[in-house]
């Protein structure tokens, strides 16, 4: 080797029983370009905490110091120390190896079988039915100490296998386990998992269950336990904030019909029903379609016929399946011109919008009945508006018109409560699903608030008791523009 040529090193560095190897790791230390962090490991990382070292090189320092040990039990599936920064192993002795923040828990046990997979050096996985066997062996310990998920945890595991692949991948799971269970010894283990998969599969009492998930798919209302996450970060966001009281100021039925026109209007140009604003008036007056555009114009006079409606407005759910009554019968009207669209009912298809995917169609009665919970639990209007119209847009439980659907139930909200309608106006429409996006994709519902108060606070400014003085103020606030050409403007 050159003289002063530097040297590339690992960040771990094993010790060797070769004599050559270890003098040349002893030069290294002492020269300080390694340094000793445990047993057999050195690291040419001179500035981490060697327990960050290790926690980031675990599973790679396990393959190499410990070939054709299984990684196994909960650690199978979680790829990760416990909380209290254990790994547990199978392998062929029972040991504790501590290590700077980790200790590995090796348990006596059968070595890899074929269908373990191989994952770092000489390390091997248990395979999914092997490792839910392992979760179902009794655990002296509990918590973060315990070698084995929770019941609920494993119920989880396979009413996910269930909703993602269905009823047949999960009786393969079970033959699979079952074979396996007599190869390693875990027949005991199989009879809890079967009595797990047959309650799931209602061919067993559902009260065998623990895991909530579990119990809703065995009595046969499954629902999307990732999307009740994300309302519950919703409505925990909107119980904790203020908001304002803003009177609804078109109290007459006149000039409540007035705002419901242009509340039409800005919800079907946010969904690309596009019309001049003198022929969608034209439609709402004459209460006829143009023949040319019959769908699109009913679409118009669909949703006007619900937000038009004092009485209809102040209809709101009192339970998670009357929610549900009242989704099916409003979406009913808003799109009877669409046969094909299945006006009133459920989708029967599962749908998506660029690469986000809403709720699977199995799981939309489901979801609908579990958000009921936290809906009921909250009271000022505007955060049950801003709840529900969520709610409904991400579940999508419908074919089409679900954007126009979570508005209406928004604003029945607000009307109800004989608070202002949020208008959505062309202006604001990217604003609005920005939005909607980040609550999806980061579970930021900061930005979501806020876009809803903001599109109430210029909304509480669009009254009177003609349309004229109505859509002077819209233009003034620049709502019939397109995003890139203003931005929205509040003029009291």
Same mark, same amino acid.
Request: proline share 4%; with cysteine; aromatic share 8%.
């Given at each position: 080797?050159?003289?002063?040529? #530097?040297?590339?090193?690992?960040?771990?560095?094993?010790?060797?029983?070769?004599?050559?190897?270890?003098?040349?790791?002893?030069?290294?230390?002492?020269?300080?370009?390694?340094?000793?962090?445990?047993?057999?490991?050195?690291?040419?990382?001179?500035?981490?905490?060697?327990?960050?070292?290790?926690?980031?090189?675990?599973?790679?320092?396990?393959?190499?110091?410990?070939?054709?040990?299984?990684?196994?039990?909960?650690?199978?599936?979680?790829?990760?120390?416990?909380?209290?920064?254990?790994?547990?192993?199978?392998?062929?002795?029972?040991?504790?190896?501590?290590?700077?923040?980790?200790?590995?828990?090796?348990?006596?046990?059968?070595?890899a079988i074929q269908g373990d997979t191989s994952f770092s050096g000489?390390?091997?996985?248990?395979?999914?039915?092997?490792?839910?066997?392992?979760?179902?062996?009794?655990?002296?310990?509990?918590?973060?100490?315990?070698?084995?998920?929770?019941?609920?945890?494993?119920?989880?595991?396979?009413?996910?296998?269930?909703?993602?692949?269905?009823?047949?991948?999960?009786?393969?799971?079970?033959?699979?386990?079952?074979?396996?269970?007599?190869?390693?010894?875990?027949?005991?283990?199989?009879?809890?998992?079967?009595?797990?998969?047959?309650?799931?599969?209602?061919?067993?009492?559902?009260?065998?269950?623990?895991?909530?998930?579990?119990?809703?798919?065995?009595?046969?209302?499954?629902?999307?336990?990732?999307?009740?996450?994300?309302?519950?970060?919703?409505?925990?966001?909107?119980?904790?904030?203020?908001?304002?009281?803003?009177?609804?100021?078109?109290?007459?039925?006149?000039?409540?019909?007035?705002?419901?026109?242009?509340?039409?209007?800005?919800?079907?140009?946010?969904?690309?029903?596009?019309?001049?604003?003198?022929?969608?008036?034209?439609?709402?007056?004459?209460?006829?379609?143009? #023949?040319?555009?019959?769908?699109?114009?009913?679409?118009?006079?669909?949703?006007?016929?619900?937000?038009?409606?004092?009485?209809?407005?102040?209809?709101?759910?009192?339970?998670?399946?009357?929610?549900?009554?009242?989704?099916?019968?409003?979406?009913?009207?808003?799109?009877?011109?669409?046969?094909?669209?299945? #006006?009133?009912?459920?989708?029967?298809?599962?749908?998506?919008?660029?690469?986000?995917?809403?709720?699977?169609?199995?799981?939309?009665?489901?979801?609908?009945?579990?958000?009921?919970?936290?809906?009921k639990a909250l009271t000022h209007p505007f955060t049950k508006a801003?709840?529900?119209?969520?709610?409904?847009?991400?579940?999508? #439980?419908?074919?089409?018109?679900?954007?126009?659907?979570?508005?209406?139930?928004?604003?029945?909200?607000?009307?109800?409560?004989?608070?202002?309608?949020?208008?959505?106006?062309?202006?604001?429409?990217?604003?609005?699903?920005?939005?909607?996006?980040?609550?999806?994709?980061?579970?930021?519902?900061?930005?979501?608030?806020?876009?809803?108060?903001?599109?109430?606070?210029?909304?509480?400014?669009?009254?009177?008791?003609?349309?004229?003085?109505?859509?002077?103020?819209?233009?003034?606030?620049?709502?019939?523009?397109?995003?890139?050409?203003?931005?929205?403007?509040?003029?009291?």
């Amino acid at each position: 080797m050159e003289k002063n040529r #530097p040297l590339h090193l690992q960040e771990i560095i094993y010790g060797s029983a070769d004599s050559v190897t270890s003098r040349r790791i002893s030069k290294w230390e002492d020269d300080g370009l390694v340094r000793k962090i445990a047993s057999r490991l050195y690291t040419s990382n001179l500035e981490d905490a060697p327990a960050d070292i290790i926690k980031r090189n675990i599973f790679p320092i396990i393959g190499n110091l410990y070939p054709d040990a299984v990684l196994s039990h909960r650690s199978a599936f979680e790829f990760a120390p416990t909380a209290n920064g254990q790994v547990f192993v199978t392998y062929k002795y029972t040991k504790k190896v501590k290590l700077p923040g980790i200790t590995i828990r090796f348990m006596e046990g059968v070595p890899a079988i074929q269908g373990d997979t191989s994952f770092s050096g000489g390390l091997m996985v248990s395979q999914k039915e092997r490792a839910l066997l392992e979760n179902l062996q009794v655990s002296r310990q509990t918590g973060a100490d315990s070698k084995t998920l929770a019941y609920p945890q494993i119920e989880e595991k396979l009413e996910q296998i269930i909703r993602v692949n269905g009823e047949d991948e999960l009786n393969a799971v079970r033959d699979r386990a079952r074979d396996i269970s007599e190869e390693i010894g875990m027949q005991k283990e199989f009879e809890k998992l079967n009595k797990i998969i047959s309650a799931l599969l209602s061919t067993r009492p559902a009260k065998e269950l623990k895991s909530p998930v579990a119990t809703a798919r065995a009595i046969g209302m499954p629902y999307d336990p990732a999307r009740l996450q994300l309302f519950e970060i919703l409505f925990r966001e909107l119980k904790q904030q203020e908001f304002k009281n803003r009177e609804e100021q078109n109290t007459t039925t006149q000039a409540y019909r007035n705002f419901a026109f242009y509340e039409s209007y800005f919800s079907n140009y946010i969904e690309g029903t596009v019309f001049a604003i003198d022929t969608a008036k034209q439609i709402i007056a004459t209460q006829q379609p143009l #023949p040319e555009r019959d769908e699109d114009s009913h679409d118009v006079l669909g949703t006007y016929q619900l937000v038009s409606n004092k009485q209809e407005m102040k209809i709101v759910p009192y339970s998670g399946e009357n929610l549900i009554d009242i989704l099916q019968y409003r979406h009913g009207i808003l799109l009877n011109a669409r046969k094909d669209k299945a #006006p009133g009912r459920f989708k029967d298809k599962n749908n998506q919008a660029g690469d986000t995917s809403f709720v699977d169609m199995e799981l939309v009665r489901g979801t609908l009945l579990q958000s009921f919970d936290f809906y009921k639990a909250l009271t000022h209007p505007f955060t049950k508006a801003a709840y529900i119209m969520f709610v409904v847009s991400e579940v999508h #439980p419908f074919l089409d018109g679900n954007g126009r659907m979570a508005r209406v139930m928004m604003n029945a909200e607000l009307s109800t409560a004989g608070q202002t309608k949020i208008i959505i106006p062309t202006v604001y429409r990217e604003d609005y699903l920005g939005a909607l996006r980040r609550l999806t994709r980061n579970k930021d519902p900061k930005v979501y608030i806020r876009m809803l108060e903001r599109a109430q606070a210029f909304s509480h400014t669009i009254y009177g008791s003609g349309m004229n003085e109505m859509e002077d103020k819209l233009c003034q606030s620049n709502a019939f523009k397109e995003s890139d050409e203003a931005v929205l403007k509040i003029v009291e």
